[in-house]
Each structure stands twice: as structure tokens, then as C-alpha cells.
């Protein structure tokens, strides 16, 4: 057991690519400088998903941006040669900066949340977008904007970040603008999701609030977990309908909820064509070792298949039905 | 003026038709007795949404069977030979009733409300249904539930209906069972439509809740206030969805949120097809006349037209423009 413990580290080492030749890039969400080692002992092939929050959350003070940049710098330079992607500051909702002192809201996660709260904190938001965008020199960087509704938001977004860029190289900072994704995770997004792929170089699609958003269910209130269900038909539908509009502009579509990390749905993932799947460190060496045993094209065709079912009942069944004929079930 | 207002009304008694000649059905929003006679008088043909929530929210204890029957049998027969619609009880959210005594929640928009509530309080639900049922021997009824999320929910309204109806067929009512229909307001039922339409007589589009869900924004959030927009083409493109899979199922498509009852908005909403709209009884002339100086056919194109733009900015210019030149700007 230990032997194959440690035979399953090894492998998580190497790129996971199915049986039949597809290669899926299994990347870690991370929060702290501290877990960088674990997730690369564990296969990381970077990081698809850095939270930016912990600093604002854990004091009284907004951080200024050398401490942010030396903390991101640090980031950067640990997980070289790999790729980091910074998710731009996600506070609100259920995120909290004391000295930002925000209005109580009736439905917190309805409200100023995410790129939201950051377009209408233009300081606190550049503040941000420079130490990210210092911290670009040391490594390889991506960005992200979380809970993008529309192609405003989007454009108003990369504006900042467009300005930010002028005003570092003009300081004298040698960078290259750093690839620049939107986290789908609002329903308008999904439907939008053709023309929002023109502007960005990478989607990723963060379930978690996609799931919560699109049942309306709030995930923390376990009067309606009940409905909290991955494998809703409409939610399959709308995965599906991003990666099409995202592969059809040519850019990588990743998914970095705690649906990416879940045995059971990867050959769904796989079969849908992810470019990326990023999840919790402690998930990889599984993830990987499974994709390894997956084809492509038969979860190809078992995509096709679910696609057609009307309830989350009769996708669970047809799935395990699945797996079970190919001796798969996790 | 005065004169012009006498022939609006009187034109609004007849049924609004484009000058291509497509019906459109115009309907009115209600909650109390009192506005039946206005509601007609207005030209309403019949009510497309009549909220339940009143008898509950006003008091202390929650209202029995015979009391629910009373009030529904004097809506039900003042509006006769007019179709109303109930929808069953929509509280939770913003509506709360004493005596359920519900738990408080952080979000509760996203929680435990509508459909959802009443699954949970079978006795709440049963006691209703009854009522609701036994006023259908009085005129002609039609049953919606809100909120619905997916299939598995609205088989179980349904079966409830179904239980209900034959404990009442038993007990020697002669009814026959009343049109049944799904509320979509929940981005996952909007992905699925095309299995609901299968499960029901007719849609009715809720915009006010699938806005609020799709752009997840509180719309009693003046922080985020500015993101509500009928026009983003995302909720554009799930209106547009949601009509494709009634009709092409068979089923009647009606609006009964907010959106229904601006002028801005109908040369879409005639364009894109539907069969009914359900709005504030005092809007109803304005709409109808405004029908009649419509074309169906050139709707529809301005809506394929506008199923292409990324952003709501570009739908209104385009929207007005087409407006101003068909010199229908209202
Ligand atoms: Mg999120
Ligand atoms: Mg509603």
C-alpha cells in the first residue's frame, strides 16, 4: 500500500495524458506560500487558482502593495518554471476586509462581491494589479477576474490592468503583458460566452458559485444543499456550452471548482475536452493517475450521451453504469 | 387627451393583434379581490399571475383550506369566463409567514422559498392545492409553480397536484385537472427547458427572479443596482432558449415579471414569440396598442439581429435606432 502510495507520487510527476493521447493539465488552487511544496510534490503542473484574499482577511489593514508583491514574488519565484494564476481579489460574499467596511447586504452573496467590488474600489483594485503585474518579472504569471457577468465588467477590467501595464513599464518595469483569463461562474457569462472568449486568453470555470448561482441556491444553507448537485443536466449543459464557445475562439477552458477534484465526474470533464483541471494539492496524484486510465474519445461519446438526460438521477445512474462496465468506478 | 385615453381603453377590451396578425395575449399581474374590476376594465385578458402570498404574510396564523377556497372561488368567479393563473405559494425570500417560523438564512434569496418551501411543508402545500382545486369547479383555472429548478422538483409538485386532485375527485368533485405550468426563473431550467415543456401545459418566464439569478445580483441592492439589465444579451439569449424549447415542445410561452410591461422591451418580447404577457393591470392599454402597431415579422428580425450583440449598450442603440426610424419610439 505504501508502495503504491509512492508509485502514484511518482507518476503525479508526470503530464496526465488519457490512453489515447490526450493530455489533460492538472494544476493545484492554493491560498498560502506554504503549501507550495506539497502541491508540487503532489504533481501540480502549477497553479491554476492562487487566492489573493488571505492577506486582506486576516488583519485590520488593507496590505500595501510592497507587502503584496513580495508576498506574490515569492509565489512566483517558488513554483518556477511553472505557471501561477492569480485570481484577482474575490472579497464580499462571504470575504471580509475590515478596513473596507462594506454596507451589510441582505443577500451578501447577491451583492459587491469580486471584480464587482474591485471596479468600484479603483485604488484598492490597482493596488492589486501592480504587485501582480511586478511580480510578473519573476516567473510565469496568468491573471484572472472572478464573477465577470458581462463584457463591460470584462473590458472595464482589462482596462485597469491595461493601465497599470503602461504605468509599470513606464516606471521602467521590463514585462510582457501576462496572459489574461475570465472565471465563468454567472450564468449571463455562460451565454455570453462566445463573445467574452474574444477578449480573454484563457476561461476558467469556477463551480462553485456557477452551481450555486445557476440552482439559486446558496451553497452554505443546508436547507437547500439537497439541491446542490453537480450532475444537474442543466449544469452539464451549461460546462459543455463553455468549453464549445472557448474552444470554438481557440483559447484553453479550465474549471478550478471542487468539481474538477471529484473521481466521479472526471471522464464528464475529460469528455467535455478541458484543457485544465485545478483543485485541491492533496487530489492530484489521484486525478492524474485516473486520467491516465481514461479514453478520450469513450468519454467523448459518454458526454454526448448524458447531454440527453433530463434529470440528475439518470446521469449518476448512467455514469456509474459506465464505469462499472469499464471497471473504472473510482 | 381625455379623449385619447377613452380610446385606448376601449381599444384594450378588444384583443391585441399586430398589424401582421399575430395574437398576442395580455394579462394582468395580481394579489387582491379589489383589483379584478380595474384589471378588466383595463382590458386584461384574464390574469397570467396571481400571487397567493397575501393571506399569509398579513397575519398571524397561516390561513386554512375553507378560507383559501373562499378567496380563490370570488377571484376564480369574478373573472369568469377569464383564465387565472395561481401560482402556488411563493414565500421565503423577502416573504415570510409567522407562524412557519423559518430558520434565517444568509442568503435567503438562495434559499429555502417558493417550490422549494412548499416541498418541505407537505401539509402547507396539500391544504393549498385543495383550496386552489376546488375553486377551479367555479371558473377557469390554470396552476403554476415557481421556482422550479429542475425536473425532479416539478414531477413532485406534480405528483402532489395529482394526489390531491384524486382525494378530491373522491370526496364527489367534479373538476377536470386544470393546466399545469413551470415558472422559469433558475438558469438550470432555462438549460433544461426543452425537458420541462415535456412536463407541462405551459412556461412562464419570471424576469424578475431569472435576472436577479442569472447576473446574481440582489435586485434590492442599490451596490450592485447598476448591473441589472433586461438588455444584456445573456438573459436576451435565455429568454430566446426558453421560447425555442416551449414552442418546439407545443407549449405556451407567457413573461410575468417586470420586464413585460415596458414598451421598450415588447418588439422583442413580440419578436422573439411569445404568446402571453402578464404585467401590472395599468400598463395593459398601453401595451395593447402598442401590439397593434407592430409587426410580427419585423420583430423578428430586429430579435435575430439583436441575438448577436455582446453587450447590453450595443442593444439599445440598436433597439432605439430600429425604434426611432419605425417611428415606434415610445
Ligand atoms: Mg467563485
Ligand atoms: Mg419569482
Chains 1, 2 share one sequence.
Request: proline share 5%; charged share 25%; aromatic share 8%.
Amino acid at each position: 500500500c505504501e508502495e503504491a502510495r509512492e508509485r502514484l507520487l511518482a507518476q503525479a510527476k508526470k503530464p496526465a495524458i488519457t490512453r489515447d493521447g490526450r493530455k489533460v493539465i492538472v494544476r493545484a488552487n492554493l491560498e498560502l506560500l506554504d503549501e507550495i511544496p506539497l502541491a508540487l510534490d503532489f504533481g501540480a503542473d502549477g497553479v491554476g487558482l492562487f487566492r489573493t484574499e488571505y492577506l486582506y482577511v486576516t488583519r485590520k489593514t488593507i496590505p500595501n502593495e510592497e507587502e503584496l508583491f513580495a508576498n506574490y514574488r515569492q509565489v512566483v519565484e517558488s513554483l518556477y518554471p511553472n505557471i501561477v494564476t492569480f485570481r484577482t481579489l474575490d472579497l464580499g460574499g462571504d470575504k471580509f476586509a475590515e478596513e473596507l467596511d462594506l454596507p451589510e447586504e441582505i443577500n451578501p452573496a447577491l451583492g459587491l462581491r469580486a471584480i464587482r467590488l474591485c471596479l468600484k474600489n479603483p485604488a484598492l483594485f490597482r493596488i492589486q494589479l501592480r504587485a501582480i503585474l511586478r511580480a510578473c518579472a519573476y516567473g510565469n504569471v496568468r491573471i484572472m477576474f472572478p464573477l465577470v457577468s458581462g463584457i463591460e465588467e470584462l473590458r472595464e477590467a482589462k482596462k485597469f490592468l491595461q493601465e497599470v501595464f503602461e504605468e509599470l513599464r513606464q516606471e521602467g518595469l521590463d514585462i510582457e503583458f501576462p496572459p489574461c483569463g475570465a472565471m465563468i461562474e454567472i450564468p449571463t457569462a455562460v451565454f455570453i460566452a462566445d463573445h467574452l472568449a474574444k477578449e480573454v486568453d484563457f476561461f476558467s470555470i469556477g463551480t462553485n458559485d456557477l452551481i450555486q448561482y445557476a440552482l439559486a441556491i446558496d451553497r452554505g444553507n443546508e436547507q437547500v444543499a439537497h439541491l446542490y448537485e453537480p450532475l444537474h443536466p442543466g449544469i452539464l449543459r451549461m460546462v459543455h456550452y463553455i468549453l464549445e464557445a472557448g474552444h470554438r475562439a481557440g483559447i484553453h477552458v479550465a474549471m478550478c471548482g471542487e468539481m474538477a477534484g471529484e473521481l466521479l465526474y472526471l471522464p464528464l470533464l475529460v469528455g467535455f475536452g478541458f484543457d485544465e483541471l485545478s483543485m485541491n494539492p492533496q487530489s492530484i496524484p489521484a486525478i492524474k493517475d485516473y486520467i491516465c486510465a481514461l479514453s478520450f474519445e469513450e468519454c467523448r461519446s459518454l458526454c454526448e450521451e448524458i447531454l440527453q438526460f433530463a434529470s440528475a438521477e439518470e446521469v449518476r445512474n448512467h455514469l456509474e453504469a459506465w464505469l462499472e462496465k469499464k471497471g473504472l468506478l473510482p
